[in-house]
């Protein structure tokens, strides 16, 4: 992997609509805040079903198909660093608005959806520990502090975003620490981290257990959304994203390892609160109450940075013509997308009315694995188009790789599935239409 610049090169972006204040380690915490969500806190119950003790196997596996997406996302953004995304890349390799729009369509429909649900999540069980209020009002007023944060300016929320990603990893830091503790006083069984369930073949259960674990990683890409907001995009974007995500994949591994010393595959496999439970095993004197709380800050900090990407794949899809101009409006002092920013805060809100979004959020996670594959082709379609700044540049064989990995998963998932994927597609197709009718009576 290369970076790609002629010797007079400027460094991308040097303008833009949007303030560039988002430095190298705020990225970095940007991305590691994202990837490392509430979903790890629940994660190796699940996975405990598939491989046994074995769980670091199918978090390191995961971790290589997402740098697969990852280089190519690394390239597409140092190389048209603007906001949009995976939309602005698709329209810049296929030419076809219809898929630029489809594709952007696919990513705020993961956006706000997430957003809804884990602001349910932090109005539930999580919130009702410390006060007891009605979720669906509390979820709303929650949307709504996060839409004033997010509107405030990019800083302030990636500054936010700081101080919770560092919460949110302690919370796994305490797991490693505390079984290390119980492994020092002779306890605990080690031999478990090799031991796979009676019967079970081990290619097969890693690769089960990967297809779990890969949506442990998905969050990477909203960073894409705020490339025209990042300084020195160039050389900053590469390290942040793979820096995150590595690090990401090794606290994953050793959490994993852990939980397996700590309780055996059926007591995880029993447990709502897998992690909660290995603290408790390890003998080591944390309150309860700490792992709520920290978990709340883990949900949160998943809204406020889902937000973030959402208005500004907003924006930058409205800025391109793929939604109302409306939407491309932003705030003169603070330079956000305010319109962006209410628009999908709306949205988000009416979703959480529905309450239940566990069949939707796994179709979402089945759009974003189109996004990939449609970012993935877009980096071999654009190897032919040069742009006069320094840029990385990614391996030609791991793109390729990185659809495969994408057709891979998809495979996996039910028929269920499939028909909300293609129902919601249907309704980005007629949302579609006006905007394009629109564009043609005004060109």
């Given at each position: ?12 972006g ?10 190298g ?5 940007f ?46 953004v ?13 329209e ?116 089960g ?39 990401a ?28 439970a ?74 959480t ?84 009718a ?6």
């Open positions: 992997m290369t970076s790609e610049a002629p010797a007079n090169a400027v460094e991308a040097s303008t833009g609509k949007l303030a560039r204040r988002i430095t380690p705020l990225l970095f915490l991305i590691l805040g994202d990837v490392l969500g509430a979903g790890i806190y629940a994660l190796m119950g699940v996975l405990a079903k598939d491989v046994g003790g074995v769980l670091w196997a199918p978090l390191v596996a995961a971790l290589l198909l997402a740098l697969l997406t990852a280089g190519s996302y690394a390239e597409l140092t190389k048209y660093p603007r906001a949009g995304g995976a939309a602005v890349f698709a810049r390799a296929f030419g076809k608005p219809w898929v630029s729009f489809l594709v952007g369509f696919c990513m705020l429909a993961a956006g706000v959806t997430s957003a809804a649900g884990l602001s349910l999540a932090f109005a539930g069980d999580y919130l009702s520990t410390f006060v007891d209020v009605p979720p669906v009002p509390a979820a709303i007023v929650f949307l709504a502090l996060v839409a004033c944060l997010n509107a405030r300016g990019i800083s302030e929320s990636l500054k936010s975003n700081v101080v919770m990603t560092v919460i949110e990893l302690s919370g796994l830091l305490i797991v490693i620490v505390v079984v290390a503790i119980m492994v020092g006083g002779g306890r605990g069984d080690v031999s478990r981290i090799g031991q796979f369930p009676e019967g079970a073949t081990p290619a097969l259960a890693i690769l257990g990967a297809i779990v674990a890969y949506y442990s990683f998905v969050g990477f890409e909203t960073s894409a959304n705020v490339a025209e907001e990042i300084r020195n995009p160039s050389k900053v974007y590469p390290r942040a994203l793979f820096g995150a995500l590595i690090t994949g090794v606290v994953y591994a050793l959490v994993g390892i852990a939980s397996a010393i700590a309780l055996s595959p059926d007591e995880l496999a029993e447990s709502s609160g897998p992690l909660l290995v603290v408790g095993a390890s003998g080591v004197a944390v309150p309860d109450w700490l792992f709520s709380a920290i978990a709340l800050v883990a949900v949160a900090n998943g809204a406020l940075l889902t937000m973030i990407m959402s208005s500004r794949l907003t924006y930058g899809m409205a800025d391109n013509g793929l939604l109302p101009a409306v939407l491309s409006r932003i705030l003169p002092q603070r330079r956000t997308p305010w319109v962006a920013i209410v628009a999908t805060t709306v949205v988000a809100m009416l979703l009315l529905i309450g239940d979004l566990s069949t939707l959020a796994e179709t979402v996670v089945l759009l974003l694995l189109f996004v990939f594959i449609s970012t993935n082709v877009a980096v071999l379609v654009l190897r032919r188009d040069h742009v006069d700044h320094p840029h990385f540049r990614v391996w030609t064989v791991v793109p390729v790789l990185g659809v495969a990995s994408c057709i891979l998963l998809l495979t996996q998932q039910s028929a269920k599935v499939w028909l909300f994927a293609a129902i919601l597609l249907a309704v980005g197709a007629v949302l579609y239409l006006p905007v394009r629109d564009a043609r009576r005004t060109s």
